[in-house]
């Protein structure tokens, strides 16, 4: 079972309409992160959080997206008005502080927007 | 643009046989390098990584790394059908420690 637990598996929702994924990891996770992957194409990066900040973004997040760990266990991904091209796997990464950059995925929420 | 490139395959293989899988990457700067395996509809889940020039050997798998060259490969040996996945090269970001560019991964097919 991965160490990292993704909730929703699976989202429908309707385009414009907000959505939060959620993500447990583990309690000795130092950094966090967003990849998504639309079917069929490359994992791509979208954000890293450390220390309640982000600490690196890519060019597709965007300001729909946003991350916060508002309790200090869950890690929460929302997507503000969903477009069309959202749709895809997100996947929520951890890793620990020391060595490489070693991630432990979640099993990836699906989000289908219509 | 930080690019890593993979052949998309299909790459078979039958079952005992060596699978190489190949992967290069732009970004002279990049310090770490990863293998992940990707069943279909499943999350991407750690093989082996890399840092350092040449092999570097865990079980059936064997990382290469050439960074003049900028390549990095993968060798599954005694191939089993349960190897069956996409396998996805990743590779770190100069600058950043903590982002990485990922292929588009080799599907590999072992035959039994």
């Known amino acids: 079972e991965p160490e990292v637990t993704q909730t929703p598996s699976h989202q429908v929702t309707q385009m414009g309409q907000e959505v939060i994924l959620r993500c447990v990891p583990i309690?000795?996770?130092?950094?966090f992160y967003w990849y998504r992957q639309i079917l069929g194409q490359k994992v791509e990066f979208l954000v890293s959080?450390?220390?309640?900040?982000?600490?690196?973004k890519s060019e597709i997040f965007d300001d729909q997206f946003s991350v916060e760990r508002p309790d200090g266990s869950n890690f929460t991904l929302k997507i503000r008005s969903t477009k069309l091209e959202d749709s895809a796997m997100y996947f929520c990464?951890?890793?620990?502080?020391?060595?490489?950059?070693?991630?432990?995925f979640g099993a990836g929420s699906r989000l289908t927007v219509l | 643009q930080k690019e890593v490139e993979q052949n998309s395959g299909p790459l078979s293989v039958p079952e005992g046989a060596i699978a190489s899988l190949n992967c290069t990457y732009s970004?002279?700067?990049?310090?770490?390098f990863f293998w992940y395996r990707q069943y279909s509809g499943k999350s991407p889940e750690l093989i082996m990584f890399i840092y350092s020039n040449g092999d570097k050997e865990d079980g059936r798998f064997t990382a290469q790394l050439n960074k003049a060259s900028q390549y990095v490969s993968l060798l599954i040996r005694d191939s089993q059908p349960s190897d069956s996945a996409t396998y996805l090269c990743a590779v770190s970001a100069s600058g950043s420690a903590r982002q990485l560019t990922f292929g588009s991964g080799t599907q590999l097919t072992v035959l039994p």
């Open positions: 970004d002279r700067g990049s310090q770490s």
């Open positions: 309690s000795n996770h130092l950094y």
């Open positions: 990464a951890a890793s620990g502080s020391t060595g490489a950059n070693v991630l432990t």
């Open positions: 959080f450390y220390n309640n900040e982000i600490s690196e």
